[in-house]
Structure formats: C-alpha cells, structure tokens
C-alpha cells in the first residue's frame, strides 16, 4: 500500500477530486498555500493499494496540467532604499507535486 501525497493548485483541486472519487479512490483534501507565489494550493492525500497506485497517478497527471500565469515580484525602486515596487513577471503554475510513502498498515475506524 502507498500514501500518495499530492499538492495541486486549487483551481486543479475540484476536478482533480471529483476524478478521482469517480474512479473509486478515496482522497482527502487539505487547503494549504504555496510558499513561492503565496496563493492557495490543495494537498490530497491518497491510500491506494499497489495494484492501483499507478492510476491514482495517471488520474492526477492527466488533470493537473501546468500553465503560464502573470504574478507580481517585488523590485527595488532605484535611490530609495528599502523601497519595493511590484512588477509582473510570467511563472509556470499548476501541475501537481507528488511525495509516495510505503505504508506498513492502514486502519480504517
């Protein structure tokens, strides 16, 4: 048995969700956010046997695709100090970050 551990941005999440339970998994969703771009991100977590722990990750791979999307970074206005102004820039956002973990034993109460 495998804990799939799996961060996806929440736009993701929904669809992602709903997939997965139609294709029998068992998932439960946490809302948490992203260090980088500060937003808001999904983790599911997933105990799947070995024998169907590759769909698990085919499911999450066909629906957490990656995208451009504009953010603001903070740049240094030039001749006053510790001053910051935003400015876009273009970063890659979605797909989905996936940790697995053998697991020894898996109750069910």
Do not use: H, W
């Amino acid at each position: 048995m495998k804990l799939i551990i799996a961060i996806v941005q929440d736009e993701d999440a929904t669809r992602l969700v709903s997939s997965l339970m139609n294709e029998g998994y068992s998932v439960t969703k946490l809302a948490t956010t992203g260090g980088f771009l500060r937003a808001g991100n999904t983790t599911l977590l997933l105990g799947v046997d070995d024998e169907k722990f590759q769909g698990a990750l085919d499911v999450i791979e066909k629906i957490c695709k990656s995208r451009k999307q504009i953010a603001t970074s903070p740049s240094p206005v030039s001749g006053a100090a510790g001053a910051y102004v935003p400015y876009p820039i273009e970063v890659m956002v979605g797909g989905a970050t996936v940790f697995v973990m053998n697991v020894e034993q898996f109750i069910k109460i």
